[in-house]
């Protein structure tokens, strides 16, 4: 039994007709994305990816002009259509979103190919490259679904069909974590990686500080 329906293998069909009738355009693997909401609240779709993003962005600590930016990404009525749709681009968002901090989780932005530059962001990284063949691992069980896969996305038709039939309007939702990474606050040279002091420096720092009489400290004036 495949999760694609007959005619959409089968015979063209424009990309409206797939999605109105019900018809989906994710690869088999989706499937891992798609089966825990079965049983879990459907509020967790969104909240989830939502809120992943929305630490990622504070995280970065973005300048005014950031903040400017994605506010209007987020004023967009792509964004908006998007969650009223419960499009699952909205856990793409959330793996590019980790990926600006971490690299390797823009991996997990090929469930959805069509956005695949987007994937590439920590390709430099050897874990993006461990987390993109634990992917192809955990693929290996939906492969005769493939084929299915592939019929489908070759009979799809219309101005948003192709392998990069997700480069549409909406895609600029995805810019959003990529804005805040690049007017992120820079991070003080005697700062950490993450931009804090680790514990040992700071209670190091301190055991060595001794105040200076006249100038760190005064003694009280006399009563």
């Not at 509020?43 to 600590?61: C, E, G, K, N, Y």
């Not at 690299?103 to 920590?122: D, E, I, N, Q, T």
């Not at 489908?152 to 038709?157: D, G, Y």
Request: proline letters at 10%; hydrophobic letters at 50%.
């Amino acid at each position: 039994m495949s999760v694609y329906s007959t005619s959409q293998c089968s015979t063209p069909k424009s990309v409206a007709f797939v999605v109105e009738y019900g018809a989906i355009l994710y690869p088999p693997t989706t499937i891992l994305l798609f089966a825990p909401f079965l049983v879990l609240p459907a509020f967790l779709w969104w909240a989830i990816p939502i809120s992943i993003t929305t630490a990622v962005v504070v995280r970065h600590r973005p300048s005014l002009w950031g903040w400017a930016i994605i506010a209007v990404l987020v004023a967009d009525r792509n964004f908006w259509v998007g969650i009223v749709s419960a499009n699952p681009g909205w856990w793409t968002l959330a793996a590019l979103s980790l990926g600006t901090l971490y690299g390797w989780p823009a991996a997990l932005v090929l469930l959805k190919p069509s956005l695949f530059p987007f994937a590439f962001w920590g390709i430099r990284r050897r874990y993006w490259w461990l987390a993109l063949f634990a992917g192809l691992l955990f693929s290996l069980p939906f492969a005769p679904l493939f084929p299915d896969w592939i019929a489908s996305m070759v009979n799809a038709r219309g101005p948003n069909s192709g392998p990069l039939y997700s480069f549409a309007p909406g895609i600029e939702t995805l810019f959003i974590p990529v804005v805040a990474w690049r007017f992120r606050s820079r991070v003080p040279q005697n700062r950490g990686e993450h931009g804090f002091r680790s514990l040992r420096d700071v209670i190091s720092s301190t055991s060595r500080w001794r105040p200076r009489v006249g100038v760190d400290w005064e003694p009280p004036a006399p009563q």
